[in-house]
């Protein structure tokens, strides 16, 4: 599933034609896409396709296509402090995209039924936290990962605000699907070849609203003998954030707000070329006709007025190239959050603490 755009040469580049073509429509979810290269979850080898709006597939693991990511962001409609389970969580690419937008009092989950899987997504996570300038410039929330099939989930399992399951659902386990989620929560996922957005507005009431058509891969159904008792999955509690963990939350969030202000107007600004589909303009040419001998014969001629039309064409492509190095504004601001960290007169134990560890 997907080819609907086309491939980039980088995210950046994937980003702005899932922006062209409509499927990236807010900012929050532009922002979340930029800040996690999709490339970063590819196998060393085959990261020249992670531009492509193309699904991919190793084994276990799985990517579902650039447009369909950015279907499932924008028709979640994630805010701040929102609980979040994802059923099927694979390589932990959309819940770690969601995390930055649901910030640091939220509630992030997943449930991939692949052990292998599910370590890959705590690797891919670890690294995003060490290495990933954009860790610093979000507030995140960090996705927990169990391994389960989603199907057998425990029937007292809390509720969520927002659900997405990465798997067909077969009709049979819409009703089931439904039960995990809160009063105008929203459920995203794909049933009968349609990826579908589902809103509880009340204890037995819903609606539906088809996305897109799609095609997904069945979610697996548990095989077992007869009378032998399922694996019934455990999702992660939830908890309270700890006076330390708060914490570091605040002084991490209010250093960002004094380098904001500080750095208001002083943003260093790299402008990235826009592409353009010009229409190049063909010359017309009149059809006249003129006497040679006794003969009237068709002769082409060139319309003046098609000429001047032209040149003034060419000037205004001109212009526009001149303006292509500043027409998509993309702020890069320097990652100054560390050496504000690193300048405040406390212990380096607890200096490294609120740098999450983070080596650079």
């Not at 290269?37 to 193309?54: F, I, P, S, V």
């Not at 599910?118 to 290495?131: C, G, H, P, T, W």
């Amino acid at each position: 599933m997907g080819g609907a755009v086309s491939a980039g040469e980088d995210n950046d580049d994937l980003i702005d034609n899932l922006k062209e073509a409509q499927y990236i429509r807010t900012d929050k979810v532009e922002q979340a896409f930029r800040a996690i290269d999709r490339g970063d979850y590819y196998l060393d080898g085959y990261r020249d396709n992670a531009y492509k709006d193309l699904a991919w597939k190793h084994g276990n693991i799985h990517l579902s296509a650039p447009c369909i990511y950015s279907e499932v962001m924008e028709a979640l409609k994630l805010q701040p402090g929102l609980s979040f389970l994802n059923l099927g969580s694979g390589t932990g690419y959309l819940s770690t995209m969601v995390g930055l937008i649901i910030g640091p009092f939220g509630v992030n989950h997943g449930v991939e039924l692949h052990t292998d899987v599910v370590e890959y997504a705590r690797e891919k996570l670890e690294d995003f936290i060490k290495n990933s300038d954009s860790f610093d410039k979000f507030e995140f929330c960090e996705p927990v990962f169990v391994v389960g099939n989603c199907l057998e989930i425990s029937a007292d399992s809390h509720q969520y605000d927002r659900i997405y399951c990465g798997a067909g659902v077969q009709k049979d386990h819409e009703n089931y699907m439904k039960v995990l989620l809160k009063i105008g929560g929203i459920l995203v996922m794909p049933i009968e070849d349609q990826l579908t957005q589902i809103t509880r507005t009340g204890q037995c009431s819903w609606e539906s609203k088809n996305i897109l058509a799609v095609s997904f891969a069945p979610l697996v159904q548990q095989s077992r003998a007869d009378g032998e008792k399922p694996d019934t999955v455990e999702l992660p509690s939830l908890t309270v954030r700890s006076l330390q963990d708060l914490s570091r939350v605040y002084i991490r969030r209010t250093l960002r707000d004094l380098d904001s202000e500080d750095s208001a107007g002083k943003e260093t600004v790299q402008r990235v070329p826009q592409k353009r589909k010009r229409r190049r303009c063909q010359r017309r040419r009149i059809n006249t006709y003129v006497f040679v001998g006794n003969q009237l014969i068709p002769q082409m001629v060139e319309s003046e007025e098609e000429e001047h039309v032209e040149e003034e064409q060419k000037e205004v492509e001109d212009e526009e190239e001149e303006r292509d190095i500043g027409e998509i504004e993309i702020l890069k601001q320097a990652n100054m959050l560390r050496d504000q960290i690193m300048a405040l007169p406390l212990p380096e134990s607890l200096k490294a603490y609120l740098l999450f560890y983070r080596e650079k």
